[in-house]
C-alpha cells in the first residue's frame, strides 16, 4: 500500500498501517532466527521463545492487514495499483503461514522442528518480498525519488 499514491486514504489509517506493519516483520525475523538455534541446539527455551515471537507478530500483523483490505479493495479500489494488491496478498499468504506456524509450535518441543524452520523462512520471504516489491516499480508523479 503506497499511501503517496492515493489521495483518498486516510491520514489517520495510513499513519497506523506505516507504525504497525513493519514491527511484524521483525518479530518474524527474530522467530526465525529463534527458530533456526533450537534447531541447532535443542535448548527448549528457543522454541517457546520463537512461539511467542510468532503469536505477537500475528496480533501486530492483523492490523495493517484490515487497514490495508479496506484500502485496497474498498475505498481506493480504483486508485490501488497491481503492486498494491500483490502486497496484500503476500501479506495475507504470510499471515497464513504465521498461523499454521503458531500451531506447530503448539505440539511437543521435540515435534517443532523442521516444520517451524520451513514455515517461519516462508513467512519471512513472502514478508520480504512484499516490502521489497513497492520500492521495485517505477516512480510516478508525485512520488518522491532518492538520486
Known sequence: MNPINAPHRSALANAIYALLNPIAFGFFVA???FDIIYANTAVVMWGKSADWLVTIGLLF???PRFINLVQVWF???KFATTADRLDFWLNLFAI???IFNAFVHTRDAY???PTAVWL????VILL???HIL???RPATAGDYVHE
Do not use: G
Open 120 to 123: 517461519s523462512l516462508v513467512t
Open 96 to 98: 497464513i503461514a504465521a
Open 111 to 113: 515435534e517443532v522442528v
Open 75 to 77: 475505498t481506493s479500489r
Open 134 to 136: 513497492p520500492a521495485m
Open 128 to 130: 520480504s518480498i512484499a
Open 31 to 33: 522467530a526465525l532466527i
Open 61 to 63: 500483523a492483523v492490523i
